[in-house]
């Protein structure tokens, strides 16, 4: 493997007088396969490096990248660099990251196991995934897909004003895609599950939870209008807690994007949620001992008991603000910059079963999908309308499935009407972590 520390430093070395340099390498291997009626549909492995660099002379930036770590290539990348800078427009607040004095979590997410594994191995695991699943139920007569993938990534920032970080992670994961019939009635679900390391891996997990969501949905019928309680399955909170921290960037904020702009203070949900983005905990796919500027990651509380605490800044947003950055840079690849954003949200677990919030309901549904959730939420305004599945809930039991309806609110109203919050952390290899969350007031438009 390269020496990206090495690499990066030796680019950073080259600023002239005046002039800010900062150089993000990276180094990744990933494997893919995917299974079909017993047989391997395709098997891919890949290693791919590159390095981004970003230089900043007389508030003028430039970025170049190189898809490979060979030295005329880092030369050429940082010319490129250096030539951009001069035809861009100035600006006041550019530079890049400087250290703050916070140290970096001291986290181990690399695992050899991944590495050293066989790829044989992996596919006879993708192969019993779909037998498995198969076996759970006689409604379900085939999978679209049986998949297994892993990727081991290295990266490091360094920079002209003392910044040399290093980060490494592996993970991996297995998921079945399945088909369930009935009648003249066909419904899909998919089944997930995903380890720091091989022998993690729980395909028992994965197949149990592809049979459970492929046949769920079997015998569904379109309902009634009505204004009720909604169960969100953590799956489905995710998505939402996702797109809240979102609108919590200080980009988002200063540019009006985000209802919770001009906030801090305010009480702006439930008292009982806590809201935090937490990089630095290792339970987390996304965690990293660094932020893509080279920051250390660390736990930032979003919401407290309610009340709205802050946003994420990277060092742009924060040096605009008069602020300290919270190491919540994302960098969109080599090609790209950095802007602020959440790395590891999630909503703090409560005490309760998703069993025994349910069991408290005397009419709501428990939603189970949604579609076209990016495109139906307006982070600025927070009316969002939804197509949604799920399950009817009468006198705290679930009852008949339900298809063909929308669900809409406000993702403020929706965080003040929260009524209960689930003990079930779950947490995907990307994007927010989920519970469950008992939603009051949300209309449902059916037949």
Known sequence: ?????????????????????????????????????????????????????????????GISYAGTLEDDDLKRALEEARDNSRFASQDPFAGIAEPDGVDGPKLNLWSVDITNTPTENKISLALELEKVTLSKDRRIKSLNSSNYGDVSVESAIVNSKGIASYTQQTYCWLWAY???????????????????DFAGIDLEYAAQEAAYKSTRMLGAKKPKSSNLIAVFEPDISSS???????????????????????????NVANSRLNLIDDPSDPRFFSSAKYDDEGLASRQNLLIKNGSLKGY???????????????????????AGSCSPGPRAPYIEPGERSKEEIVSE???????????????????????????????????GELKEPIKEFTIASNLQKMLLDIRSIGSD?????????????????????GS
């Not at 088909?179 to 997930?192: I, K």
């Not at 969350?437 to 209309?443: E, R």
Request: net charge negative; glycine share 12%; charged share 20%.
């Open 240 to 266: 939402f807690i996702g797109i809240i921290s979102s609108t919590l960037s200080a980009e988002a904020v200063q540019k009006g994007r985000s209802i919770f702009s001009g906030r801090v203070g305010e």
């Open 1 to 61: 493997m390269p020496d990206l520390i090495k690499i990066g430093q030796r680019i950073a070395d080259m600023a002239f007088g005046g002039e800010e340099i900062e150089a993000y390498a990276i180094w990744e291997r990933e494997t893919s396969i995917r299974v079909y009626n017993s047989e391997i549909e395709s098997l891919t492995t890949s290693e791919s490096s590159g390095i981004g660099i970003r230089v900043i002379r007389d508030k003028r930036v």
């Open 361 to 395: 309901i005397t009419d709501g549904v428990l939603i189970q999908s949604v579609s076209g959730i990016h495109s139906g939420v307006n982070p600025v305004s927070g009316d969002f309308s939804v197509g949604a599945e799920g399950i009817r809930i009468h006198d």
């Open 425 to 445: 952390l779950t947490i995907r290899p990307s994007g927010a972590a989920g519970v469950t969350l008992a939603i009051g007031n949300i209309n449902l438009s």
């Open 312 to 334: 994420l800044y990277d060092s742009y947003t924060a040096r605009k603000e008069g602020v300290a950055p919270t190491g919540s840079a994302i960098r969109g690849g080599i």
């Open 178 to 196: 399945a088909l369930a019939m009935q009648d003249d009635e066909t419904q899909t679900g998919f089944g997930l599950h995903a380890s720091r």
